[in-house]
T-cell receptor, first 115, second 117 residues
Framework: NAGVTQTPKFQVLKTGQSMTLQCAQDMNHEYMSWYRQDPGMGLRLIHYSVGAGITDQGEVPNGYNVSRSTTEDFPLRLLSAAPSQTSVYFC??????????????FGPGTRLTVL | AQKVTQAQTEISVVEKEDVTLDCVYETRDTTYYLFWYKQPPSGELVFLIRRNSFDEQNEISGRYSWNFQKSTSSFNFTITASQVVDSAVYFCALSVPGSGNTGKLIFGQGTTLQVKP
């Protein structure tokens, strides 16, 4: 199993550009989520999905869109990048049984810089 | 509201010293889960341990041990005889079951541990 994969590893954008961060998992996990990591703030939840066709907002959803058309993929879209979105982005997945008991598996992260 | 506080931003120790990383959480729910993750310099997040709110037994895994105390809402992590390879950022996280039977992770700010040779 490849686990959780993310592409690209690094990205530099100009303000106003759009892009999609890709996330895929091959563990048949129903639950997938996106976090951003900023210095001194830990990881904060952006959006999450409990299954194909179902998404919801997390703590910091503004400026980001998601969709979940398949169990395996959960892309994160930045429609108009802003410098405040400079961060490291992590995708995670887990089983949904037992209401949050299961560990989340994290991807390697995407380091995004917005100029 | 749920919250996790890791008051120690950075800790520096010399190899073989014992070190404890503090974690204090807030939640009104009676069912919840606590986690510790390690983020080495390479950047990935590594799961270390999970504990549910009904199990206050301490746990030991090699040089690692965890002390869960509901009375003080703390879930502290101790590394015994630290090694240089323990240098990393350590995150404590809280998960509370919500609608859809999911558990969104709420992370603390992280503690950067530097172990010097």
């Amino acid at each position: 199993n490849a686990g959780v994969t993310q592409t690209p590893k690094f990205q530099v954008l100009k303000t106003g550009q759009s892009m999609t961060l890709q996330c895929a998992q091959d563990m048949n996990h129903e639950y997938m989520s996106w976090y951003r990591q900023d210095p001194g703030m830990g990881l904060r939840l952006i959006h999450y999905s409990v299954g194909a066709g179902i998404t919801d907002q997390g703590e910091v959803p503004n400026g980001y869109n998601v969709s979940r058309s398949t169990t395996e993929d959960f892309p994160l879209r930045l429609l108009s990048a802003a410098p405040s979105q400079t961060s490291v982005y992590f995708c995670a997945s887990s089983y949904t049984q037992s209401g949050g008991y299961n560990e989340q598996f994290f991807g390697p992260g995407t380091r995004l810089t917005v100029l | 509201a749920q919250k996790v506080t890791q008051a120690q931003t950075e800790i520096s120790v010399v190899e073989k010293e014992d070190v404890t990383l503090d974690c204090v959480y807030e939640t009104r729910d009676t069912t919840y889960y606590l986690f510790w993750y390690k983020q080495p310099p390479s950047g990935e997040l590594v799961f270390l341990i999970r504990r549910n709110s009904f199990d206050e037994q301490n746990e030991i895994s090699g040089r690692y041990s965890w002390n869960f105390q509901k009375s003080t809402s703390s879930f502290n992590f101790t590394i015994t005889a630290s090694q240089v390879v323990d240098s990393a950022v350590y995150f404590c996280a809280l998960s509370v079951p919500g609608s859809g039977n999911t558990g969104k992770l709420i992370f603390g700010q992280g503690t950067t541990l530097q172990v010097k040779p």
